[in-house]
């Protein structure tokens, strides 16, 4: 029996790979701040696949919350076999519009914390020489656009270098970059998705078996669904002012309202 650490588990994205994962097999630790929810979601995944389902409240825009994951990932007893980095949000407004605490609190959580649990994780993987650990970023990264695509630009960059690194030790790093999937992201963020075409839109868990297919073929790099695929090839293409203004005009359309 295997273990798989997520964070953001209760959720979207998140709360589609404990699914999945708790569906194949695999004990489960549930990371995010609502205790009430985690319990619902350990007790529900725990019923319906049979798997252990343990629950660690933990705010990671905390130094508490990064240090109770990391102890946990450590535990040389109780060994975690995949690690989901995924707990993340986006911000209402464009840059000097976001409080600076805010934009600090986003690089908390999606850099430092994806940083030192990536880390935690991988170390223990590494004396095992086996693992994985999947870092959620999103096309964002790909686009010039404010701290959101920045940070999730350094996960993409910082997954990809450590993958390299620990290549051959049995540890896999993977960076997922999905395009715009249906959860409660927009809604918390206070964004608007009313102008989003209805093609631009990936379901969660059709996301996660495709991070997962990529990340047992050994993929350092995911961008699920061929749409995206094909979007993102373009955009390598093309110039970056170019790209500054369609991601800006992009961002007035459907971002925050
Ligand atoms: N939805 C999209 O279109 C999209 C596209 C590309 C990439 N992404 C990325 O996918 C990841 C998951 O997003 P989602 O769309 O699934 O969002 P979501 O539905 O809003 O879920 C976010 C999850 O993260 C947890 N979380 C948020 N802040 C946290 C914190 N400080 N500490 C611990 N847990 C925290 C939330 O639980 P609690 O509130 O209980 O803590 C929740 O479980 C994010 O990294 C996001 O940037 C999303």
């Known amino acids: 029996m295997t273990t798989a650490l997520i964070t953001g588990a209760t959720a979207g994205i998140g709360a589609a790979f404990a699914r999945r994962l708790a569906a194949d097999g695999h004990d489960v630790v549930l990371v995010a ?111 010039p656009r404010g701290t959101y695509g920045a940070s999730k630009s350094w996960v993409v960059q910082f997954t990809q270098g450590a993958a390299r690194d620990l290549a051959g030790t049995g540890v896999r790093l993977m960076a997922l970059c999905p395009g715009f999937v249906r959860t409660e992201f927009h809604q918390r963020a206070g964004m608007g998705t009313d102008g989003i075409p209805g093609w631009m839109w990936l379901d969660a868990d059709k996301v996660v078996a495709d991070a997962l297919a990529d990340l047992a073929r050994g993929r350092t790099l995911s961008i699920p669904d061929p749409r995206y695929k094909a979007l993102m090839g373009v955009v390598k293409l093309a110039p970056r002012a170019l790209l500054g203004g369609v991601s800006t005009r992009m961002g007035r359309k459907y971002g925050p309202q």
Do not use: W, Y
């Open 33 to 143: 701040r609502d205790v009430k929810r985690l319990r619902a979601q350990a007790t529900e995944l725990h019923d319906r696949h049979g798997v252990e389902a343990e629950v660690l409240p933990a705010d990671l825009s905390t130094e508490d919350g990064i240090a109770a994951v990391e102890t946990r990932l450590a535990d040389p007893r109780q060994p975690v076999d995949l690690l989901v980095n995924n707990a993340g949000f986006g911000n209402k407004g464009r840059f000097l519009d976001v409080g600076m605490a805010d934009e600090l609190t986003m690089l908390k959580v999606h850099c430092e914390a994806v940083l030192r649990l990536t880390a935690a994780g991988a170390r223990s993987m590494r004396e095992r020489g086996r693992g994985g650990v999947v870092n959620v970023a999103s096309v964002a990264a790909f686009v």
